[in-house]
């Protein structure tokens, strides 16, 4: 992550405040973290997608993570703009690909689709993953993760293997578990003072 730096709000060149940016990371992967645990449950077959789980990947995942983006942004960090930015995209585009066709306003998306989109944000976590060598462990793990369940998940709406859409329900709890857990960690690390691995 960058470093921070005080940014000094002035007016006719009279200090007001000086301000130090928070770290809104914390806030993305928890929102990640979260959401794709419930989602993950429904690939493993706990319980089906339904109001709870639509209502998660919009107001927390989508939105969570669209807003972290924003402030990455002004915190002039590239990498978690676009890494949050992109994944706030996704639950976003996610929660639309189920509820365009229950509106009748566009066809459910067949395997090959399915398969495609899924394929592609495979491609892009493994491009974000070889960026994050140098970063943090953690989120090398996450990317990594991220990745294979991605393509573990297009290979399964590609077969209609619901085994392989078990294993990627599994795995994708524990990728949700992970990414809380660094969201977490980030946040005890800044207010208790520790050194949590990240």
């Known amino acids: 992550m960058v470093e921070e730096k005080?940014?000094?709000?002035?007016?006719?060149g009279k200090k007001l405040l000086e301000h130090t940016p928070?770290?809104?990371?914390?806030?993305?992967?928890?929102?990640?973290?979260?959401?794709?645990?419930?989602?993950?449950?429904?690939?493993?077959?706990?319980?089906?997608?339904?109001?709870?789980?639509?209502?998660?990947?919009?107001?927390?995942?989508?939105?969570?993570?669209l807003i972290v983006g924003v402030m990455e942004n002004s915190n002039g960090n590239t990498?978690?703009?676009?890494?949050?930015?992109?994944?706030?995209?996704f639950w976003f585009s996610f929660a639309?690909?189920?509820?365009?066709?229950?509106?009748?306003?566009?066809?459910?998306?067949?395997?090959?689709?399915?398969?495609?989109?899924?394929f592609m944000w495979g491609i892009w976590s493994a491009v974000m993953f070889i960026i994050t060598l140098k970063i943090s462990r953690g989120l090398q793990a996450i990317f990594l993760l991220?990745?294979?369940l991605f393509f573990i998940l297009g290979t399964g709406a590609l077969t209609g293997s619901s085994i392989i859409n078990i294993i990627g329900g599994y795995l994708g709890i524990?990728?949700?578990?992970?990414?809380?857990?660094?969201g977490l960690a980030q946040v005890v690390n800044e207010i208790c003072e520790m050194n949590l691995p990240t």
Do not use: K, R
């Not at 005080?6 to 006719?12: C, E, G, L, V, Y």
């Open 6 to 12: 005080i940014a000094t709000i002035t007016i006719d």
């Open 22 to 65: 928070s770290n809104p990371a914390p806030l993305g992967l928890v929102a990640t973290g979260l959401t794709l645990v419930l989602l993950s449950c429904t690939y493993t077959g706990f319980f089906p997608v339904n109001s709870m789980i639509l209502a998660m990947v919009l107001a927390f995942g989508g939105t969570g993570c």
């Open 146 to 148: 991220i990745t294979l």
């Open 96 to 118: 639309i690909l189920s509820i365009l066709p229950q509106l009748n306003l566009a066809s459910a998306a067949n395997p090959a689709s399915l398969t495609a989109y899924l």
């Open 79 to 89: 990498f978690g703009t676009l890494a949050f930015g992109a994944f706030g995209g």
């Open 174 to 182: 524990i990728v949700g578990l992970l990414a809380m857990y660094e």
